[in-house]
């Protein structure tokens, strides 16, 4: 468990401290995941622009008297095709990626709306009083907002 989750001794129980640490836990897996998608999604990006720029430069420029010529420059050297196949590749884990992200990103909203939503069961009655601070922590440390509901 967090330190900071476990220094909550006075405002929470046990069970919504173990709470707080799946949402923390699920925002790390989200922001993960989110930087994954980007990462890969430039990477991508930055690749094909430079294997069409290179295609530009080598195949459309020379040969761009005729389409056979270029069809047929660009099918006589393997590493075209690799290179294709290569940032399809790359486009294709994109849309995984985005897809396990928008996965990981519901279930990290979902767990923070329930905590949001049973709040009044969570904390009752002198720790009612603190739980704005717990809401503070939780915002200040992990950018975690547990004041309302929508994104």
């Known amino acids: 468990m967090h330190d900071s989750i476990r220094g909550f001794e006075d405002w929470t129980d046990q069970a919504t401290k173990q709470m707080?640490?799946?949402?923390?836990?699920?925002?790390?897996?989200?922001?993960?995941a989110k930087k994954m998608h980007v990462s890969i999604l430039w990477l991508s990006v930055f690749t094909a622009f430079c294997f069409l720029y290179y295609l530009?430069?080598?195949?459309l420029g020379p040969y761009s008297y005729s389409f056979g010529a270029m069809f047929s420059v660009y099918v006589s050297q393997s590493v075209h095709l690799y290179l294709t196949v290569f940032i399809g590749g790359l486009f294709g884990a994109v849309k995984v990626l985005h897809q396990l992200k928008?996965?990981?990103?519901?279930?990290?909203?979902d767990l923070r709306k329930e905590i949001i939503d049973r709040s009044k069961d969570l904390w009752k009655e002198d720790a009612w009083k603190k739980r704005h601070e717990v809401f503070d922590k939780m915002k200040s440390q992990f950018d975690i907002?547990?004041?309302?509901?929508?994104k």
């Open 145 to 150: 907002n547990l004041y309302h509901g929508s």
């Open 56 to 59: 530009a430069k080598s195949v």
């Open 102 to 109: 928008e996965k990981k990103e519901k279930e990290y909203q």
């Open 20 to 32: 707080l640490q799946n949402l923390v836990e699920r925002k790390q897996k989200f922001d993960r």
